[in-house]
């Protein structure tokens, strides 16, 4: 198996640790929605379209994923701004029947959350459509992956690596390119991690949490999406995934 990471090594080291740094809610929002569409399009890649019990697991997990963000951010109001603080009204005041102007403010507040709710499940759907690529037969797509891959290599001034495929390729291909730890060192290193940010990435996990981590530290399990986002905060460096489909890389 061969898996190729790009890490660009023109990145200056970040001066604070980035877990430090207190992100907008927009932000976070956008952020873990790119990233849950990138898990969802892992696991897809993952499966054999012949393996039917595979399939369905997959088709389970990827709704379980959406779901799980679709909890977390239900009270997201996308194109809200937070309102500036006013005096407590007097006694007075606090009396007098809600103006007609601000019936209006909460009715097109809800209707602003009502569309975001709708947009978000829309995005959300387009990762559950069949696309041909997965329908071509297998020779043809490693064929076209290769080449696909190859030809963004070229553009970029790199070239492909062979990676043993034991389990370790993912940590392997990092540890080659951008670290001076081992594999077994950087697997325990991204155990550690998710253990102390247990409540950032339990939600993406859909079996026992503490069994996860502790495989992924002692076994020879795969890495995804999950780890490579960890080794990115780890090292403090920028991880790309050219992929096989085209597009741009993740």
């Given at each position: 198996m061969s898996f190729f990471v790009r890490l660009p090594y023109n990145l200056s080291m970040a001066e604070n640790n980035s877990d430090n740094n207190i992100e907008d809610e927009g932000i976070r929002h956008r952020r873990e929605r790119r990233e849950l569409q990138a898990a969802i399009q892992q696991l897809k890649k993952s499966v054999n379209k012949n393996d039917k019990t595979r399939k369905k697991k997959i088709d389970s997990d990827i709704k379980a994923l959406e779901e799980a963000f679709e909890k977390r951010w239900e009270n997201f109001d996308e194109n809200?701004?937070?309102?500036?603080?006013?005096?407590?009204?007097?006694?007075?005041?606090s009396d007098e029947k809600p103006t007609e102007t601000d019936e209006k403010q909460n009715v097109s507040r809800k209707a602003r959350r009502l569309a975001n709710k709708e947009k978000r499940q829309a995005e959300l759907n387009e990762n559950q459509e069949i696309v041909d690529y997965d329908n071509q037969p297998e020779s043809i797509r490693r064929r076209n992956e290769s080449s696909s891959i190859n030809e963004q290599l070229l553009q970029r001034g790199l070239e492909l690596q062979s990676i043993v495929s034991d389990g370790n390729c993912l940590f392997a291909s990092i540890v080659d390119q951008a670290s001076d730890l081992n594999v077994r060192q950087l697997r325990e290193l991204i155990a550690e991690y998710l253990r102390k940010h247990r409540s950032d990435y339990e939600p993406f996990i859909d079996t026992d949490y503490d069994a996860y981590c502790e495989k992924l530290a002692k076994e020879n399990v795969w890495g995804g999406q999950i780890e490579l986002q960890v080794c990115a905060k780890i090292l403090q460096r920028s991880i790309e995934i050219i992929q096989g489909t085209g597009g741009e890389p993740i």
């Open positions: 809200s701004t937070p309102e500036k603080s006013s005096v407590a009204p007097s006694s007075t005041q």
